[in-house]
T-cell receptor, first 114, second 113 residues
Framework: NAGVTQTPKFQVLKTGQSMTLQCAQD?????MSWYRQDPGMGLRLIHY???????DQGEVPNGYNVSRSTTEDFPLRLLSAAPSQTSVYFC?????????????FGQGTRLTVV | AQSVTQLDSHVSVSEGTPVLLRCNYS??????LFWYVQHPNKGLQLLLK??????LVKGINGFEAEFKKSETSFHLTKPSAHMSDAAEYFC???????????FGAGTRLFVKA
C-alpha cells in the first residue's frame, strides 16, 4: 500500500503565486488533515475533513483553502503565497477521528516562498 | 482548552543509557495522548497512544509512557537508547471530539556513541 502520498516534495514559489499541494490516501480513511511544521512550534493544524464534502478550519487556516470531493484526495491550496507560508507541510489521514486511532502521515512538502 | 508542553527542546544521552522525554498537558477532561517520532526528512510515525485504558502504555521500539493524571504528565521513556533513536519526538493531545490534535513543540533526541 502506498499509504499517504504527498506531491510535490519540494516547491519554491514567488510571493503572490498560487499553488496546490496534493494529498492522496489509499486506505479508505474518512478523516484527513493538513499541518504545517515550523521550528520550535511542532505541527499546527491548518484544515481538516471528516469525510467527502465536509471540511473545517484548524488552528491556522488563513491563506489556505481545502476541498474534499472524494474520500481519497484532500488538496491544499495556497491562494496568494507569502513568505510566512514557508514551511514543511504534512498531510495525514486516519480511519476515524483522532480520538482513538493513529494518524498516518505523508512524507511532507517543503515549501519556500521568496 | 487543551495544550501540550514538552519541557525540553533538546535531550542528549549516551548509547545504552535511559531516555526520558517529558510532556505535560492541560485539559478539562480525560484526554487521548500520543507520542509520535519523526526521523530526519521523514514523516511522523506513531510510537504509542493512551486512550483511558491502562495508564502505562507500551509502544514500538521499546518505548513506553505513563499517564499520570495527578501530575498531568505523559512522559516517554526507554531503558536503553540506541543510535537509531536519534530523532524528534512529539507529544500530542486530541480534543474532546477527536477532530483536532494539538502537537507539542517537539524534543530532539541526540544519542552519543
Amino acid at each position: 500500500n502506498a499509504g499517504v502520498t504527498q506531491t510535490p516534495k519540494f516547491q519554491v514559489l514567488k510571493t503572490g503565486q498560487s499553488m496546490t499541494l496534493q494529498c492522496a490516501q489509499d486506505m479508505n480513511h474518512e478523516y484527513m488533515s493538513w499541518y504545517r511544521q515550523d521550528p520550535g512550534m511542532g505541527l499546527r493544524l491548518i484544515h481538516y475533513s471528516v469525510g467527502a464534502g465536509i471540511t473545517d478550519q484548524g488552528e491556522v487556516p488563513n491563506g489556505y483553502n481545502v476541498s474534499r470531493s472524494t474520500t481519497e484526495d484532500f488538496p491544499l491550496r495556497l491562494l496568494s503565497a507569502a513568505p510566512s507560508q514557508t514551511s514543511v507541510y504534512f498531510c495525514a489521514s486516519s480511519y476515524e477521528r483522532a480520538l482513538n486511532t493513529e494518524a498516518f502521515f505523508g512524507q511532507g512538502t517543503r515549501l519556500t516562498v521568496v | 482548552a487543551q495544550s501540550v508542553t514538552q519541557l525540553d527542546s533538546h535531550v542528549s544521552v549516551s548509547e545504552g543509557t535511559p531516555v526520558l522525554l517529558r510532556c505535560n498537558y492541560s485539559s478539562s477532561y480525560s484526554p487521548s495522548l500520543f507520542w509520535y517520532v519523526q526521523h530526519p526528512n521523514k514523516g511522523l510515525q506513531l510510537l504509542l497512544k493512551y486512550t483511558s485504558a491502562a495508564t502505562l502504555v507500551k509502544g514500538i521500539n521499546g518505548f513506553e509512557a505513563e499517564f499520570k493524571k495527578s501530575e498531568t504528565s505523559f512522559h516517554l521513556t526507554k531503558p536503553s537508547a540506541h543510535m537509531s533513536d536519534a530523532a524528534e519526538y512529539f507529544c500530542v493531545v486530541s480534543d474532546l471530539g477527536g477532530f483536532k490534535t494539538i502537537f507539542g513543540a517537539g524534543t530532539r533526541l541526540f544519542v552519543k556513541a
